[in-house]
C-alpha cells in the first residue's frame, strides 16, 4: 500500500478534517476489504507525490469519441445545463450520456483510485464540459470559466480527478494545469481567497514547478485538486474534458456540487461496483 501523503495545513478544514478522512478510509477498508491490484501502484504513488500524473494511450480514444457525440446531441437539442461564450456544460452526464459509464466504472480507473485510497473509493461528481477560445482575461470569464485562474478545490483535503480529453490538447487549447507538490506544501495565506493569478502562484512556487498537462485522446490526466490548480485559458480552438471524481467521503462534507445516478442504473451495476456509487444520488428519473 502506498504511504498517504497529506498535510493539515493544506486542507481547507485543518486537522479535524484530516481526521474524519482518515477514518472514512478505515471504515471504507472495513466495509469493502483491502483487495487492491497493485500494478497500477506506480501511477497512484506519482499522484500521492507530486499531485498530479498523465498516463499516455490509457484508454481506447474510439471511447471517448463516443462521449463527445453524446454531448454535441445534447448540446443541438438545446438540453445544456449551463452557456456561454467560454463554457459549454452537461448537467449530470451519468444521467444523460451512456457512454460515460464504461468510463467512469471502468475497472482500470476503479484500480488506479483503489491504489491512491487504499481502500474502496466512491465517484462523488462527474463533469462533461467544453471551453472555447478567448481573449477575455481569466478573471472576466463568467461561471465555471473562472477555473482558468489557479485554486484548490474544497470538496476533500486528498481526492482525485480523473481528467480525459475529447480533444487533443496543446499549450494554446486548455491544459490541466497543476503546481507540483501544492497539494502537500503550500504558503501561509493561501487560503485568505479562492482564486489566484498565474503571476501570483508563480512568483511563490517558481515557474518550474507549474506543470501544464498536454496531451492526445486516450491519455488519462490525475490530478488531487487540493492541490493548486486550473485549466489553462484556451486561447486556440476548444477543449472538451471529462472529469470523473472520486473520494472516500461524500461532498457534503462542503457542500460542493454532487453527482446523480438514475436508481435503475445502480441496481444493474455489478454488486463489487456498488460501492463505487455510494455518494451518488439516486434519481428516479
Ligand atoms: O479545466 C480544467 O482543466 C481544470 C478544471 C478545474 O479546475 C477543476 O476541475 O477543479
Known amino acids: 500500500m502506498i504511504k498517504i501523503k497529506i498535510n493539515p495545513q493544506c486542507a481547507w478544514g485543518k486537522d479535524n ?20 491490484d497493485k500494478s497500477y501502484a506506480d501511477i497512484a504513488s506519482d499522484v500521492n507525490e507530486n499531485g498530479t500524473t498523465n498516463v499516455k494511450n490509457f484508454i481506447d480514444p474510439k471511447r471517448l469519441e463516443l462521449v463527445k457525440s453524446e454531448f454535441e446531441v445534447i448540446k443541438e437539442r438545446g438540453e445544456l445545463q449551463y452557456n456561454d461564450f467560454y463554457t459549454e456544460q452537461v448537467a449530470h452526464p451519468l444521467l444523460t450520456c451512456n457512454s460515460v459509464y464504461d468510463i467512469v466504472f471502468d475497472d482500470k480507473v476503479i484500480e488506479i483510485a483503489k491504489n491512491y485510497f487504499n481502500c474502496v473509493p466512491a465517484v462523488t461528481n462527474v463533469q462533461l464540459r467544453k471551453s472555447k ?3 477575455q482575461l481569466e478573471q472576466h470569464i463568467p461561471g465555471n470559466g473562472q477555473t482558468t485562474l489557479f485554486h484548490c478545490d474544497k470538496d476533500s483535503p486528498r481526492f482525485i480527478k480523473f481528467f480525459f480529453y475529447l480533444d487533443d490538447v496543446d499549450e494554446s487549447n486548455g491544459p490541466f494545469t497543476y503546481v507540483k507538490q501544492s497539494h502537500i506544501k503550500k504558503f501561509e495565506g493561501w487560503d485568505s481567497k479562492y482564486r489566484w493569478k498565474h503571476r501570483e502562484i508563480s512568483s511563490i512556487y517558481g515557474e518550474d ?3 501544464k498537462q498536454c496531451g492526445n485522446v486516450g491519455d488519462l490526466v490525475i490530478g488531487n ?9 484556451v486561447t486556440k480552438g476548444e477543449r472538451t474534458l471529462l472529469s470523473v471524481y472520486y473520494s472516500v467521503h461524500p461532498t457534503e462534507w462542503r457542500d460542493t456540487y ?3 445516478i438514475r436508481k435503475e442504473d445502480y441496481d444493474s451495476l455489478p454488486d463489487h461496483k456498488k460501492p463505487l456509487a455510494d455518494f451518488l444520488v439516486r434519481s428516479e428519473t
Open 17 to 36: 478534517e484530516i481526521r474524519a478522512y482518515i477514518e472514512a478510509i478505515y471504515d471504507r477498508q472495513n466495509k469493502y476489504g483491502v483487495d487492491i
Open 133 to 135: 477560445a478567448t481573449e
Open 209 to 211: 514547478s507549474i506543470v
Open 258 to 260: 454532487g453527482g446523480k
Open 225 to 233: 485538486t487540493n492541490g493548486f490548480h486550473k485549466g489553462t485559458k
